[in-house]
């Protein structure tokens, strides 16, 4: 691996894997390697143009925090819909467990020990989606 591309990996290690932050990587990768043929051609050392291509290339925090922030706003869409889903799952159950209480055993009414148990699910899904809030 050559020094623009370990470069390039590192300024982007926080960043979690996608296909958007390959394609950004190869792009700067290849712009990089660009600028030194560029510079080496001018008549600079190998090192000189890798050293001068970095610095004129510049910040890239921006673009690291937007990258950082769409795979946060997945991450919020997804357990925004995980809580949807256990909200529904749970209204269902329930809606279940006190009809087969109500039709079977209407005198004993022992649905509500279940209905207990499966509220869990959606409350873990609320702490869940507002950690990522």
């Known amino acids: 691996m050559s020094s623009i591309e370990s470069y390039v990996e590192n300024l982007f290690q ?8 390959q394609e ?10 660009d600028r030194v043929a560029e510079l080496m051609n001018e008549g600079r050392n190998e090192e000189d143009a890798v050293n001068k291509a970095i610095v004129d290339f510049g910040d890239i925090a921006e673009m690291k925090r937007a990258l950082i922030n769409e795979q946060i706003g997945k991450e919020q869409k997804l357990a925004a819909f995980r809580l949807g889903y256990s909200i529904w799952g749970t209204v269902l159950l329930v809606a279940l467990f006190c009809y087969i209480n109500l039709y079977f055993t209407p005198k004993v009414i022992w649905c509500v020990f279940p209905i207990f148990g499966i509220l869990w699910w959606p409350l873990t899904m609320y702490f869940g989606w507002m950690k990522r809030k």
């Open 24 to 33: 950004i990587v190869d792009e700067i990768t290849l712009n990089l390697q």
């Open 14 to 21: 926080e960043v979690e894997d996608s296909q958007k932050k």
